[in-house]
């Protein structure tokens, strides 16, 4: 028996996170997939829990070696998903959660049409913009960016197979378990 491989994707800060963070309290017999990135690391963050953290050459050289199942470029760092350790899990026959953004999420639906595509949507844009806010990890004009980014990812929602309205973290992750526990 293979496993299967679940998207969750959506704009930045709908709460994809916080989302995948209680569907893994719920359910175990899953495997999160952590992604690389140029990045530093930020404070409180470790190597190989939160990303495998690479130096652009280094990405560089896997990336021409072909070892990633998708590659997106965000705010000047690249990131990617290794595609080894999903097709390992994957053939074990463990369900493999992948939380992307959306130009990667479009990647593996062309790579892997079998996978199961999640759409977080927030329930508002002022929902959205304030959550950005609230973070205070950046100033209004990236908030601002990250917002009309959104309109842009929101509008590729019918792409999904499926789309949860994060209004209410215990609702919207029990929705999600839903999708997980569907064959």
Do not use: C
Request: aromatic content about 6%; hydrophobic content about 45%.
């Amino acid at each position: 028996m293979t496993g299967r491989v679940f998207v969750v994707a959506g704009p930045s800060g709908v709460g994809k996170g916080t989302l995948v963070r209680r569907l893994f309290q719920l359910r175990d017999q899953l495997w999160l997939s952590v992604s690389a990135t140029t990045r530093a690391p930020r404070p409180g963050e470790t190597e190989g829990i939160e990303y495998f953290f690479l130096t652009p050459e280094r990405f560089a050289e896997l990336r021409d070696e072909g070892s990633f199942l998708e590659l997106a470029e965000f705010a000047g760092n690249s990131y990617g998903t290794l595609s080894g350790p999903v097709a390992e899990h994957v053939a074990a026959g463990e369900d493999v959660v992948l939380e992307i953004e959306l130009q990667g999420a479009r990647q593996i639906k062309q790579r892997l049409p079998e996978a199961v595509m999640v759409f977080i949507a927030p329930p508002s844009r002022a929902e959205l913009q304030r959550r950005l806010s609230d973070r205070g990890t950046e100033d209004a004009a990236a908030v601002e960016r990250r917002l009309a980014a959104a309109e842009h990812e929101m509008a590729a929602a019918e792409e999904f197979d499926a789309v949860i309205v994060n209004a209410d973290v215990e609702q919207a992750a029990n929705q999600l378990l839903a999708l997980t526990l569907n064959p």
